[in-house]
């Protein structure tokens, strides 16, 4: 269904799957590594809930965020 609609399957299927389809392992790598890092982002209540009214300040806050993630992982080794 994901192929006819002109998208190509991220995701893998579940090891007891019949008929798993097809999936390119290092698309998934890069995928879950976005996806991990919009959940530390997302540890900041103002950018999951949104408060500002103007995208700019929104975007702000996010780079703002951005970079106080990336100090504390740098800290943190």
Known sequence: KVAQC???AVV???I???EPW???KERY???NEIERYFLRLKR???VFT???KLDVVYAGFIYFAMVV???VRVNRL
């Open 50 to 52: 949104r408060y500002d």
């Open 16 to 18: 007891n799957r019949k």
């Open 29 to 31: 790598k890069q995928r």
């Open 22 to 24: 097809p999936y390119d």
């Open 44 to 46: 900041f209540r103002r």
């Open 12 to 14: 893998p299927p579940k």
């Open 69 to 71: 993630d990336v100090i």
């Open 6 to 8: 002109g998208f190509e």
